[in-house]
């Protein structure tokens, strides 16, 4: 049986996300893009009303919300602001190792204290010298009596500078590619851990995204996630969980512009006439709205299999990689709607565009989506027609 309708509590998580975004995104949007500031106040704002952290469960705490539920509610914050969306989310991608990962204690030492008061989690496996071969990290760790000691750099890391807690992914010494790797929750107050300067972007410039230098950082071994060396599974299964969340990202994104170019062309005159008259800008509404469409199956889809249990692996592959791709030429055809007011910074469409082009890169790029997708189809797809006719 299939069933697309939404919960009473998924349609009130949709509203007020919606509401939010309308009431507290929009009205700041250009400022922080701007300022590159990083929005506190905002997010303060949603960790009152129950927006931030909503994937923790009950148990600790939480809402315990699932990943449908979290598509829903990205979905309504992206399409007012992307780059705020990536940092409200980030709790949820650093806390995602430890609900996955983690043993009870775990859970309950480092989750609850995130439903107490505002704080910011970040998740770490990119490095300076690698970030799709997941596989190659470099950072070290060395087991020492009680302790595991992190050498190494952490690029890219979303609220790397703002977050009390870091899930970071290393590799004990002497190790080598997917056997090593290991998952430790690194508090950001531990002697020899430090932070770089906020990395300038071309969008999301709401988001802090900075460098991490861990030196000699030396953390008891109850931090480590699973038994060492064997997490590159859990880092894996946490983008399963994630990928769909960033095709929602892009939906909300895609939805935006759409909205923007629509608008736009009711009211912009070409020949006489207004432009949305023309057959060519309705045909490239209607795109928008078939990739829309279709990249919101892929994502619920994606989202569903992970909420029931399964391995969603290669759906969420499918919805990142077509939503991030489609959300990438919806921004671009409805900044050409725009026609060169669209190229100014008058219009926020200039802002999702360039904010669009990150959904392509992190959580595993377009082209890395397609290598999980390619790989499975040669060896796990299973073929109604296992010959030629
Ligand atoms: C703003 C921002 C925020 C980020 N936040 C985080 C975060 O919070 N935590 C974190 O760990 N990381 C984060 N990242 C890192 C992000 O996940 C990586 O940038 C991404 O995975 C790509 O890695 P890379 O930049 O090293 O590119 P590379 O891996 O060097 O790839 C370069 C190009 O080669 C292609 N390529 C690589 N391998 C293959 C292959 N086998 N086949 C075909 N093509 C290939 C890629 O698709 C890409 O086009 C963030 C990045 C940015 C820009």
Redesign the pocket.
């Known amino acids: 049986m299939i069933d697309f309708n939404l919960t009473p509590e998924q349609k009130e998580m949709q509203k007020k996300a919606r509401e939010f975004a309308l009431k507290e995104i929009i009205p700041v949007s250009r400022k922080y893009d701007e300022s590159g500031d990083f929005p506190h106040e905002v997010y303060q704002k949603a960790f009152d009303k129950g927006l931030f952290n909503i994937t923790i469960p009950k148990e600790y705490g939480g809402i315990g919300c699932g990943i449908l539920d979290s598509c829903l509610l990205v979905e309504e914050t992206a399409a007012a602001d992307p780059g705020m969306t990536?940092s409200l989310f980030?709790n949820s991608?650093?806390q995602e190792p430890i609900i996955l990962g983690g043993n009870e204690e775990q859970k309950e030492r480092f989750l609850r204290p995130f439903t107490e008061k505002l704080q910011y989690a970040?998740?770490?496996?990119?490095?300076p010298?690698?970030?799709?071969?997941?596989a190659g990290i470099q950072t070290t760790a060395r087991l020492e009596g009680d302790e595991i000691v992190i050498n190494g750099r952490?690029?890219?890391?979303?609220?790397?500078g703002v977050a009390t807690m870091v899930s970071v992914?290393c590799r004990l010494e002497g190790t080598k590619r997917h056997e090593g790797v290991t998952a430790v929750v690194v508090p950001t107050d531990t002697p020899g851990f430090s932070v770089g300067k906020p990395?300038p972007?071309m969008?999301?410039r709401a988001?802090n995204?900075v460098m991490l230098r861990l030196d000699d950082v030396h953390i008891p071994k109850e931090n480590i996630l699973g038994e060492p060396g064997k997490a590159f599974p859990l880092a894996m299964q946490t983008f399963a969980h994630t990928r769909p969340t960033i095709g929602a990202f892009a939906c909300g994104m895609a939805r935006g512009a759409m909205e923007y170019a629509i608008a736009y062309a009711k009211r912009r005159k070409a020949f006489k006439t207004e432009i949305a008259n023309f057959q060519a800008i309705q045909f490239m509404l209607a795109d928008m709205k078939i990739n829309y469409e279709a990249a919101k199956l892929l994502t619920w889809k994606a989202a569903w299999e992970a909420d029931n249990g399964r391995d969603n692996t290669i759906s969420a592959s499918c919805a990142k990689a077509f939503a991030t791709d489609y959300g990438m030429k919806t921004a671009s055809d409805a900044l050409q709607i725009f026609g060169g007011y669209g190229y100014t910074t008058n219009y926020l469409i200039e802002k999702l565009f360039r904010d669009a082009k990150?959904y392509q890169?992190?959580?595993?790029?377009?082209?890395?989506q397609?290598?999980v997708i390619g790989r499975y189809m040669l060896s796990k797809y299973i073929p109604i027609f296992d010959k030629t006719y």
């Open positions: 990536t980030c991608l650093g970040s998740f770490a496996t990119s490095e010298s690698m970030g799709s071969d997941v952490k690029m890219w890391i979303t609220n790397g992914f990395i972007k969008g999301h988001s995204t990150l890169i992190y959580e595993g790029t377009s082209q890395i397609r290598m």
